[in-house]
C-alpha cells in the first residue's frame, strides 16, 4: 500500500493513494472465465437488455441493438454491437456513440452510424473492446456506469445541429469521402448546416455524394442529392424546411419516438 503526503492548512496528512481501491469491480478482474460460442448471444443480449433497461431511465428507448434518446433536433445514439460478418455474432462486444440527423432518410439505418465516435474516443480510460465473459453481468453494470459519468456529459456538449455547426472540427469526414468514411460525420454536418441555413461545407458534400452514387449508377440517389443541391443553390429555405420536417415526422414513427425532446435532469446526474 502506498501513501501520498499532502498539505493542509499547513500540516502534512497522509492520503491512501492505492489505485486498486479506486478500481471498478469489473476492472478488478484479473481472469476472465470464458464463455462457450452457443452462449455468446444470450450473453450478449441480456447485457444489452440490462444496459437498456438502465438508460430507458435517462430517456434513451432500445431498439434491437441501439439506444435511442431525441434531444433538441439530433437522435443519441448508443450502438452496443456484437456481430461478426458471416460468422455471425462473435465474444466481444464495440461500442459506438452517434449523433443523428433524422431528417433524411435511412440515416437511422445506417449500417454504419452517422456521426459516429468509438467509446474510446471520447473516454480515454476505457478498452477498445470487451469480451463476453461469463463476467458480463459485471460487465453490464460496469459499461452503464461509464455511459452515465462520460458518454451523457459528451452528449449534452453536441447534441444540436446548432452546437455541431459551432464546432465542425469534433466530427471530421474526409472530403473525397466516397460514401465508405465509416463515422459517416459528412452526414451530420450536411444537415446541421442546411437545419441551421447555413452553406459552408453542404454544397461539396453533396457534390462528393452525387460523383460516387454516379459511379455507382445510382439513379434515385443522384436524383435525390441532385434535387436537394438545387434547392440549396437557390437558398429556397421554405421548401428545404418542409422536406426536412416531412422526414422527420416519418423516421420518428418508425423508431416510435414521440417528437418531444427528452431532457436528463440535473438531479439525477447530481445523485451519480
Not at 503526503?5 to 499547513?10: H, M, P, T, V
Not at 469489473?26 to 464463455?35: D, G, M, R, W
Not at 437488455?49 to 431511465?57: F, P
Not at 434491437?64 to 462486444?93: C, F, M, P, Q
Request: hydrophobic share 35%.
Amino acid at each position: 500500500m502506498t501513501w501520498k503526503n499532502f498539505n493542509l492548512f499547513g500540516k502534512s496528512k497522509k492520503l491512501n493513494s492505492n489505485p486498486e481501491l479506486e478500481k471498478s469491480e469489473f476492472e478488478k478482474i484479473k481472469v476472465f472465465k470464458s464463455l462457450p460460442k452457443e452462449q455468446w448471444k444470450p450473453a450478449y443480449n441480456e447485457l444489452n437488455i440490462i444496459i437498456g433497461l438502465k438508460l430507458k431511465e435517462c430517456g434513451f428507448k432500445k431498439k434491437g441493438r441501439k439506444h435511442y434518446r431525441l434531444t433538441n433536433d439530433l437522435l443519441e445514439v448508443i450502438d452496443i454491437d456484437n456481430r461478426g460478418s458471416w460468422t455471425g455474432a462473435k465474444d466481444d462486444i464495440e461500442i459506438r456513440i452517434g449523433l443523428v440527423p433524422y431528417c433524411w432518410e435511412g440515416l437511422t439505418n445506417e449500417y454504419y452510424l452517422v456521426g459516429s465516435k468509438k467509446i474510446e474516443e471520447i473516454d480515454k480510460s476505457i478498452r477498445k473492446h470487451f469480451r463476453i465473459s461469463q463476467e458480463y453481468l459485471i460487465l453490464a453494470d460496469y459499461l452503464y456506469d461509464r455511459i452515465i459519468n462520460n458518454i451523457l456529459p459528451f452528449f449534452d456538449k453536441y447534441n444540436s445541429t446548432e452546437k455541431i455547426i459551432n464546432q465542425p472540427y469534433t466530427f471530421p469526414y474526409y472530403s473525397k469521402c466516397g460514401g465508405d468514411d465509416i463515422y459517416k460525420s459528412q452526414f451530420l454536418i450536411l444537415f446541421s448546416e442546411l437545419k441551421q441555413h447555413k452553406v459552408k461545407k453542404a454544397l461539396e458534400i453533396l457534390e462528393n455524394e452525387i460523383e460516387y452514387h454516379e459511379r455507382l449508377e445510382n439513379v434515385e440517389i443522384v436524383n435525390k442529392w441532385g434535387k436537394l443541391k438545387v434547392l440549396i443553390e437557390s437558398k429556397n429555405w421554405t421548401e428545404i424546411d418542409e422536406i426536412l420536417g416531412e422526414n422527420e415526422k416519418k423516421e420518428l414513427n418508425k423508431l416510435k419516438i414521440k417528437p418531444v425532446g427528452n431532457k436528463l435532469k440535473n438531479e439525477f446526474l447530481e445523485q451519480k
